[in-house]
């Protein structure tokens, strides 16, 4: 007799079906000849829940990293647990989809060496998700008289190459008439058997990395992926397909470890990594727009990710500490919380030019993890606020000490539950000692934070460290502490959850005299209102410090928040440890000024014409071409001050034009 399937099973199942994108992971098991600590990433399964989430857990001891960072996902496969366990629980219902006629995506993705290749395409021991969905479409198109195809391909550099075609030409993707994608010059093999599949998609048995021996003449990292084609001969179901991306891993290009690899390419890499994820993102939140343009590869599987199909993303990890797997973890578990969020209309109405996740976002991705957040808060913005230059007056040194100043961070810690936390930009975090305190915020990450529903994951959190854990973090997230180059004028004063006392003098305290007035003013009027907004963090966004530098993209396209409780999202915040201390609050204010030129600059770098380029100091002809020429291979070549050496500038050439264009603010 068969056996009942327990009710929980069922409904595991269900939620597995009726949702269109599911986030899970797998912990790569150990290769032959590794070793390493195993335990750098726990898990927590809640028991007797419907849902199969958990929890991830990285770091926490001395040989991983020193924070302890959790993320929620769907579920997350351990080492023991193979590939026909996820085919199982999660390939099949997809395939059931399959042949109802609805597209299916399985994507891995993950840092370099994680195991993406292993679950997609598997090994000489063990089958690969491909494979297995092969053997079992086929075994059911049999029965039901319908036929498949396969199609393999790669994305390099932004270009798709055939790889059933042994000149490996280039696919052009184009959409036609009824808005349909066609990839012309792809070619679509049929496949009647198993070793029919495996000599297209595996190239040659006993392969590891398959199609890299297809490709075998080029080192270089790319996407992989395979479309499986079911034709269908029914006028109600449509013929569909499914896909299987096996993304190239992610690497930090500005880590110093990272060194020798393709600068250019690692960013085009990296952007169609969070391209992918801004997709999803916006599917997640039933956006207006979704960005299937920022990226080949999000371009080509468009009518793979959109409508009714189903994405399965598969967050690869690798078994022993990696940074680059933990900001991908970031990345995932944003995405599984953006599912089934209700999203404001007004953040609806976002342009989709204000970009979600752009490459220096690492800071305030990495801080959206569980152990962190806490109720939904929302910001609102109040323009117009004045003054900003004079907190920069008499900053002489603002160029002097880490003149690559997106890299700065203070960590110290806060004591009090009823602090407000102030954050200067997105790896900021300081003392807050006295309970009522005020936290003032500056954070050049606002853009995609405020102004995109996706971003509304992390706007409440406080991650609290003590002084130890903060400099070691420091190290840590050296590499990831840049911010987004797009706005930059915002300051943000958050509210924590926690602050319902807070009174006027409180507010006075912190607003001190050498905070400019219009400052004040706004943090009073904050105040008057505070009980009507509690749990609410507002945003004021700051004019740009002068004229002549360019207007923020973003805050001009996106059109404002009417009501405060709209925006979202806060990367990280800082604690002002001595409320009345004016020179604290001063050189933090200094610290985002410097920021915020800085990515001004680079953002006119990245978009200016000739002529403009050309006004700045240090910049004539020849550099204005070369900055012109970069741009041509990537558009936006400049992410942070050190990018400027591929102009030949040395460090401290580098650090001169910046003082040299400050001094032209107030000349
Ligand atoms: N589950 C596993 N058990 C044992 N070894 C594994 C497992 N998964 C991957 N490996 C091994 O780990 C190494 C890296 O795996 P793989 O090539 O799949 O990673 P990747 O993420 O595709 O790498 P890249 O980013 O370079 O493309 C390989 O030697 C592979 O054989």
Same mark, same amino acid.
């Given at each position: ?251 930090d290009a500005r880590r110093k470890?990272s060194?020798?690899?393709?600068l250019?390419?690692s960013t085009?890499?990296n ?87 752009v490459l220096s976002s690492h800071k ?35 160029f002097?000490?880490a003149s690559h100043s997106t890299k700065s961070?203070?960590?110290?810690? @806060? !004591? =009090? $539950? %009823? #602090? +407000?936390?102030? /954050?200067?930009?997105p790896s *900021?975090?300081? &003392? @807050? !000692? =006295? $309970? %009522? #305190? +005020?936290?003032? /915020?500056?954070?050049s990450? *606002?853009?995609? &934070?405020?102004? =995109? ?10 991650? *609290? ?13 050296e590499n990831h502490g840049e911010v987004t180059p797009?706005?930059n ?105 410097k920021k915020s030129y800085v990515q001004n600059y680079l953002q006119?770098l990245n ?27 990537s558009?936006e070549p400049f992410k942070e001050l050190d990018d400027l050496k591929a102009l030949?500038l040395?460090s401290?050439?580098i650090t001169?034009?910046m ?9």
């Open positions: 007799m068969e056996t009942p399937t327990p009710r929980c099973d069922v409904l595991d199942k269900m939620t597995r079906l009726s949702r269109s994108i599911r986030v899970v992971a797998k912990i790569r098991g150990f290769a032959d000849l590794e070793a390493g600590p195993a335990n750098w990433a726990s898990l927590i399964k809640p028991r007797g829940e419907e849902s199969d989430a958990v929890t991830v857990s990285f770091g926490g001891n001395e040989q991983t990293s020193s924070r302890k960072e959790s993320y929620k996902l769907d579920y997350c496969y351990e080492q023991n647990e193979g590939n026909d366990i996820i085919f199982e629980k999660e390939v099949k219902p997809l395939i059931q989809g399959v042949f109802d006629g609805l597209n299916a995506t399985i994507i891995a993705f993950g840092a370099r060496g994680s195991g993406k290749t292993h679950v997609i395409q598997g090994s000489d021991k063990e089958p690969g998700l491909a494979l297995l969905s092969v053997v079992e479409i086929l075994s059911r198109v049999e029965e039901i008289g319908r036929s498949i195809s396969v199609s393999v391909y790669e994305i390099a550099q932004d270009h798709v190459y055939d790889l059933l075609d042994p000149k490996r030409s280039t696919v052009t993707i184009l959409k036609d008439g009824q808005g349909i994608i066609q990839l012309k010059g792809l070619s679509q093999v049929p496949v009647k058997s198993i070793s029919e599949f495996e000599k297209f998609y595996l190239a040659g048995n006993n392969s590891c990395k398959p199609m890299q021996k297809i490709a075998s003449e080029c080192t270089h990292r790319s996407h992989k992926g395979l479309i499986v084609h079911i034709s269908s001969t029914s006028e109600t179901i449509p013929s569909s397909k499914m896909n299987f991306v096996d993304l190239a891993g992610y690497v470890s060194e020798g690899l393709n250019i390419e085009k890499v952007n169609s990594i969070y391209a992918l994820h801004n997709v999803v993102n916006a599917l997640n939140a039933n956006e207006n727009h979704v960005p299937y343009r920022e990226s080949k590869l999000t371009r080509m599987l468009q009518d793979s990710l959109g409508g009714k199909s189903r994405i399965l993303m598969l967050t690869c990890l690798n078994p022993s500490f990696c940074q680059d797997s933990m900001y991908m973890m970031s990345l995932a578990s944003r995405s599984c919380q953006a599912v089934n969020r209700t999203v404001p209309e007004t953040a609806k109405k976002v342009k989709s030019s204000a970009k979600p996740m305030s991705q990495l801080s959206g993890n569980v152990s962190t957040s806490r109720k939904p808060q929302t910001h609102f913005s109040i323009k117009k606020a004045k003054g900003m230059t004079s907190a920069i007056k008499g900053r002489r040194k603002l002097d000490e961070k203070i960590s110290e810690k @806060a !004591s =009090s $539950s %009823s #602090d +407000i936390a102030t /954050a200067i930009g *900021v975090q300081q &003392e @807050a !000692s =006295s $309970s %009522s #305190d +005020i936290a003032l /915020a500056i954070d990450s *606002v853009q995609k &934070e405020v102004f =995109s529903p996706l971003g509304s994951i992390n706007p409440q959190e406080t991650i *609290v460290l003590d002084k130890e854990q903060a400099q070691k973090n420091q190290v840590a997230e797009a706005i004028n915002s300051l943000m004063l958050s509210f924590a959850e926690e602050s319902q006392n807070i009174d006027k003098e409180n507010c006075n305290s912190l607003v001190n005299k050498d905070v400019s007035p219009p400052i004040s003013s706004q943090i009073l009027k904050v105040s008057e209102n505070f009980k009507s907004m509690m749990s609410t963090p507002l945003c004021l966004e700051f004019p740009p410090i002068d004229d002549t530098l360019p207007k923020v993209q973003a805050l001009t396209d996106v059109e404002e928040p009417k009501t405060p409780v709209q925006s979202i999202g806060m990367s990280s915040r800082c604690e002002v440890g001595d409320k009345n201390n004016p020179w604290e609050i001063f050189n933090m204010l200094g610290t985002e000024v006119l978009s200016g014409s000739k002529e403009q380029l050309k006004s700045l100091k240090g910049i004539g002809e020849k550099r204005a071409s070369s900055i012109l020429k970069l741009r041509d291979e558009p030949n040395s401290k050439q001169k034009m003082k040299l264009g400050v001094g032209d603010i107030f000349s």
